[in-house]
Structure formats: structure tokens, C-alpha cells
Nanobody
Framework: QVQMVESGGGSVQAGGSLRLSCKASRYDYNALSYCLGWFRQNPGKEREEVATIDGASSIIYADSVKGRFTLSRDIGRGSLHLYLEMNALTPGDTAMYYC????????????????????WGQGTQVTVSS
């Protein structure tokens, strides 16, 4: 079971920036065989994909965050980190943000649904005020 731990959430005013971090540990396979992603959810709403990265470093962004958010991954010796740089934040970005991982195999694409991700962090709250 991959352990995911997020940090970096907080409260900002519209137009501001935040950087979320996620540390993945206890993964058993090549780090490039996992899909990693950021997702967000508000109470009573469906969890939505924000951005994902596959083993080939292909990144997909939700249309709502393109041009404002940047996902990056850092693979170190025995460590795996995922980051989300969020700029030009709007109140619509307010949500609990989660990082997640799923093993797919080297060279494989990420799943289309968040439901296929098997390892989740506890979430970090992002609140953007107008």
C-alpha cells in the first residue's frame, strides 16, 4: 500500500498562489510504473481530477485549471514527490485537495476515473476568498 501525505493547503485571496506537496512512500515497484494525480472535492460533490502524470511524464490537466496550475514530479533515491503549483486562484478552486497513486505498469496511461486510484492521502484544504 502506497502511503500518500499531502501538505501546503491554506487560505488565500483570489488571484493568489499556493503550492501543494505530496510525498509517496512504501511503493513496491518502479516509481515510473505509477500514475500520480491531484484531485479535489467539495462536500456533496463528485471528486474531480485536477491533474495527473503517468510514467512517461505525460501530464493531463482539467480544462478548468489549464494555464494556471502546474503539476510536477520528483523521483529521488527512495523518494517520490508530487507537487501542484496553483496560480491565479479563484473561489471556484476552493476544495479539499487529494493526491493519489495507482500502479499501472511502466509506459501505461493513467486511468480515466478517480475511482481506479487505490492509494489516497488524507487531503489538504484550499480556500480561496473573493
Amino acid at each position: 500500500q502506497v502511503q500518500m501525505v499531502e501538505s501546503g493547503g491554506g487560505s488565500v485571496q483570489a488571484g493568489g498562489s499556493l503550492r501543494l506537496s505530496c510525498k509517496a512512500s512504501r511503493y513496491d515497484y518502479n516509481a515510473l510504473s505509477y500514475c500520480l494525480g491531484w484531485f479535489r472535492q467539495n462536500p456533496g460533490k463528485e471528486r474531480e481530477e485536477v491533474a495527473t502524470i503517468d510514467g512517461a511524464s505525460s501530464i493531463i490537466y482539467a480544462d478548468s485549471v489549464k494555464g494556471r496550475f502546474t503539476l510536477s514530479r520528483d523521483i529521488g533515491r527512495g523518494s517520490l514527490h508530487l507537487y501542484l503549483e496553483m496560480n491565479a486562484l479563484t473561489p471556484g478552486d476552493t476544495a479539499m485537495y487529494y493526491c493519489a497513486a495507482v500502479w499501472v505498469g511502466v509506459g501505461q496511461q493513467c486511468p480515466a476515473s478517480h475511482r481506479e486510484y487505490s492509494n489516497w492521502g488524507q487531503g489538504t484544504q484550499v480556500t480561496v476568498s473573493s
